[in-house]
């Protein structure tokens, strides 16, 4: 079965950095589109950053020059670096896996990490 199992959230005071991990399996990790989401109490969840299968990422424009997402395909791991953090990057961060195959549109979500930034 699939599972996306996220690790690294923590306390930090603002300013301060993080490294989020989602280690992947039950997927053919290197042909997927990973992303990072979060979700703060009573808010939508967002997209925070993404990178493709190819390894091209995005982000949302509040994390810009802040953070950076990566992924090893060795280690079928994708990874999401958090520096200068605000007590607004307060939040459960999601990871997820996607990819489009002839039989549709397929989409797996890990459980969370939390993520509280004091100020």
């Known amino acids: 079965q699939v599972q996306l199992v996220e690790s690294g959230g923590g306390l930090v005071q603002a300013g301060g950095s993080l490294r989020l991990s989602c280690a992947a399996s039950?997927?053919?990790?290197?042909?997927?589109?990973m992303g990072w989401y979060r979700q703060a109490p009573g808010k939508q969840r967002e997209l925070v950053a993404s990178?493709?299968?190819?390894?091209?990422?995005d982000y949302a424009d509040s994390v810009k020059g802040r953070f950076t997402i990566s992924r090893d395909n060795a280690k079928n791991t994708v990874y999401l670096e958090m520096n200068s953090l605000k007590p607004d990057d307060t939040a459960g961060y999601y990871c997820?896996?996607?990819?489009?195959?002839?039989?549709?549109?397929?989409?797996?979500w890990g459980q969370g990490t939390q993520v509280t930034v004091s100020s």
């Open positions: 997820n896996a996607r990819r489009v195959t002839i039989r549709g549109l397929f989409s797996y």
């Open positions: 990178i493709t299968s190819g390894g091209n990422p």
């Open positions: 039950g997927i053919i990790f290197s042909l997927n589109d």
